[in-house]
């Protein structure tokens, strides 16, 4: 009699265990919300996310990063790699802060807005109506032309800034204060980390409060943001445990007996490579970046902020919104594809702001289309380092569409925030300024016009040194095949322009070079040729 109820049982269990399971991986027929997000297969072109950072730290020699994911209102995914200091044991982590470097200033655009909205400034004012003694032509620039970039003010980073000395904003004005105009206010675009400077100050002015003071109670405190600060605050809100070093002892020991060693807030140290080392960068030097790049933060933290931004929660008024989420009408009708240190594509909804500050290096974008809502944050404590490809392969992995269609094992590729004929030109223009020659232009959809048939905008620019192509070649003559250097710059399907090139990491396996000093440099130029052809910003 046990044994026939033990075998009813038996199978009763599993019938209930079977089918309930299978029912279960399936979304509700009845449901009422569409069901496209929460795949647990995250990959983009066979590679998972994991794999992506590890080949990317690799590659690019990182002692850590960090990354974040937004799937709003979510951020389902949290993480860190590596180390945050070179000489201790500690790691990156989800609550580990480095210097956000340049997206500090969308901190700085939402407290300038949040301050037209008190009735304590208005865009339109002059900055001369909240910093005394500046020179003439700077006086007249207005608040809205300095958070556009575009009031031809000489960056102070190209003026004799040491980022080892400590300053005040003052002293950086001071650097640039007998500096003519760059341009004339109002008819152009150049990132200058001056404007920030200034606008920092006239954030002090309007609230009567400092800088610190009112980006912390006005930003930072309403979200929780326990991981975001500012240099002046590490000593007493984060928590790093260095005890003397004793061989065989565990560096951490607080953890044990205090809470807040307990997954700790640390700042991670910043590094620069130079002569194949990599020296440490002082917390300090952030301080001097003030409005334009003094913020310390998390992946996570920026993660926070960033769902903050989708709606009313820091700034109420969807007009003031538009205006610091959409490209740029200067005062001369010129429309530039980039604001506040946010930049714009043509992929419908996206945005990104990124760029370094001494020793580390920053990125953040949002694809900001209802049917996305996707935000990926990456911060690394390396200065110099661009991410943005590695964003967009990981957003691709979150949505198929969102990143380039090509594979990134054989053509690395950047989204322009240009059209596919004005980022021809730039390329062009960047080529002649570095004196180097070009040897073809290829129209393939010019070619397949006279073929009859349809091809959008896709063109080939060939360019070269025959000095750095001859040393390739004497390694092996079969890399030959693939120079003289080229770019591909073609619009996709959504209208989307990128720029693509060959990958070197390809070509050194492809004919088994070993002269890594040579493609090391050529990689080098062709890198920052797309960056600085691709971006309004790039610096």
């Not at 079977?18 to 990959?43: E, F, K, N, W």
Request: hydrophobic share 40%; glycine share 8%; net charge negative.
């Amino acid at each position: 009699m046990f044994r026939k109820r033990h075998l009813l049982a038996a199978t009763l269990l599993a019938t209930i265990s079977s089918v309930p399971v299978a029912l279960a991986a399936q979304p509700d027929a009845t449901a009422r919300y569409p069901i496209t997000r929460g795949s647990a297969v995250l990959q983009s072109h066979g590679e998972t996310i994991d794999k992506m950072i590890a080949d990317f730290v690799a590659k690019n020699r990182l002692p850590g990063i960090t990354m974040a994911i937004v799937q709003a209102p979510y951020i389902p995914r949290s993480a860190g790699y590596g180390r945050i200091n070179l000489d201790n044991d500690e790691l990156a982590s989800t609550k580990t802060m480095w210097n956000v470097g340049p997206i500090t200033q969308a901190f700085t655009a939402v407290a300038v807005f949040q301050l037209q909205e008190q009735h304590k400034l208005d865009i339109h004012d002059p900055i001369s109506n909240y910093v005394a003694d500046l020179p003439a032509e700077w006086g007249k620039v207005t608040i809205l032309q300095l958070l556009q970039h575009s009031s031809g003010i000489p960056d102070f980073r190209d003026n004799g800034f040491d980022a080892a000395k400590p300053y005040q904003p003052a002293d950086l004005l001071n650097l640039v204060r007998d500096r003519k105009l760059l341009f004339e206010t109002g008819t152009d675009a150049r990132l200058s980390a001056t404007n920030f400077i200034l606008l920092g100050l006239a954030v002090e002015k309007a609230s009567g409060m400092s800088y610190h003071d009112y980006v912390t109670r006005y930003q930072i405190e309403p979200l929780g943001l326990t991981s975001t600060m500012f240099a002046g605050d590490l000593p007493t809100k984060s928590f790093l445990d260095r005890p003397a070093p004793q061989p065989g002892v565990n560096q951490h020991v607080k953890f044990t007996s205090q809470v807040e060693y307990i997954d700790p807030v640390e700042p991670a140290t910043g590094y620069r490579e130079a002569d194949g080392r990599m020296p440490p960068v002082g917390t300090d030097a952030s301080a001097s970046l003030y409005a334009f790049g003094g913020i310390w933060s998390s992946a996570e933290d920026i993660s926070k902020w960033d769902i903050a931004l989708a709606g009313s929660v820091l700034v109420k008024d969807k007009a003031n919104r538009d205006l610091i989420y959409k490209p740029a009408t200067l005062a001369n009708g010129k429309v530039v594809p980039a604001m506040a240190g946010w930049e714009f594509t043509h992929h419908p909804g996206f945005m990104e702001i990124k760029g370094n500050s001494p020793g580390f290096s920053s990125y953040m974008s949002r694809f900001t289309a209802a049917k996305e809502l996707v935000c990926v944050t990456l911060l690394t404590n390396k200065e110099g380092v661009d991410m943005t490809g590695l964003a967009r392969e990981i957003a691709e992995a979150y949505k198929a569409g969102l990143g380039p269609d090509v594979d990134p094992q054989m053509v690395v590729a950047q989204e322009s925030k240009f059209g596919a004929d004005e980022t021809v030109a730039r390329i062009k223009a960047q080529l002649a300024a570095d004196k180097v020659p070009v040897f073809a232009t290829f129209d393939h959809g010019a070619n397949a016009k006279d073929a009859d048939l349809e091809l959008r905008p896709t063109q080939v620019i060939v360019f070269g040194n025959p000095k750095v192509g001859t040393r390739i070649m004497q390694d092996n003559q079969g890399a030959g095949l693939d120079l003289p250097l080229r770019v591909l710059v073609w619009q996709d399907q959504l209208n989307r322009v990128w720029i693509g090139y060959p990958s070197f990491d390809r070509l050194a396996a492809d004919y088994g070079l070993t002269d890594e000093k040579t493609l090391q440099a050529v990689a080098g130029y062709v890198e920052k040729l797309v960056r600085v052809s691709a971006n309004v910003y790039a610096h």
